[in-house]
């Protein structure tokens, strides 16, 4: 006899280019890692301590599936970002050793109720409702790291019904992809199967119902879905 008082909820997933499925355990963002983005955000753009937030895991949106314009808010936005599988873990993770925890790399999409997001900042208060939200999080194909070549480098672009919005460069970012993991590994003992989104390039903005988006990262793959 089953020892659950309750069925306990299915694994969440997340396709894999080539074939199979990566089981997803947490979901962790990085804060304005990029310059531009942190200046259009009111932030400050230099390279300060990054901050982090958190995502449910269930909040995934995967295989271009259509993601629910959420309740509670009238000001949707999108952020493209570079992902970040783990296929190991660790703690206090030299940063030398940071890119041994990578698994591969998929393009995911950050929404985010911005307009909760801003009375957040100004009470003080968690982010938690603005960002974790349900279908919060679109993610393509995740792709293995030796499939992706270097992604120091390379553009991230995001457009809103065929219109650019966003365009960026992966050189950009504050905190390379090592350093996110290494710094993150101090907060919190990393773990197969985590995510990390890694922040975002300017151009966010709002999106509306029945708007189809489309990211793109060079070398890594694409994400796509339709606010229904």
């Not at 259509?66 to 493209?80: C, F, G, M, R, V």
């Not at 101090?186 to 390039?201: K, M, N, S």
């Amino acid at each position: 006899m089953s020892a659950f008082v309750i069925a306990p909820p299915p694994q969440v997933c997340a396709p894999v280019a080539g074939g199979g499925l990566f089981p997803v355990r947490r979901i962790f963002c990085v804060g304005q890692n990029y310059a531009d983005h942190a200046r259009e955000m009111g932030g400050d753009p230099q390279r300060n301590p990054p901050f982090f937030f958190t995502k449910p895991a269930d909040s995934l949106v995967t295989e271009g599936a259509d993601a629910p314009y959420p309740s509670l808010t009238q000001n949707l936005h999108h952020e493209i970002e570079l992902v970040v599988a783990l296929g190991a873990g660790g703690a206090n993770v030299a940063l030398a050793d940071a890119k041994a925890l990578i698994f591969g790399y998929a393009a995911g999409i950050d929404l985010t109720r911005r307009d909760l997001q801003a009375e957040a900042k100004k009470a003080g208060r968690p982010w938690d409702m603005a960002k974790g939200f349900d279908a919060s999080a679109p993610l393509g194909l995740i792709r293995p790291a030796g499939a992706c070549g270097d992604v120091g480098k390379g553009r991230i672009s995001l457009s809103v019904n065929g219109a650019g919005r966003q365009q960026g460069d992966l050189a950009e970012m504050i905190w390379s992809v090592a350093e996110i993991i290494a710094i993150l590994s101090t907060y919190v003992a990393l773990a197969p199967g985590d995510l990390i989104f890694t922040g975002t390039p300017a151009g966010v903005g709002a999106v509306s119902a029945g708007d189809l988006l489309n990211g793109e990262i060079e070398g890594v793959g694409e994400v796509t879905t339709r606010i229904a």
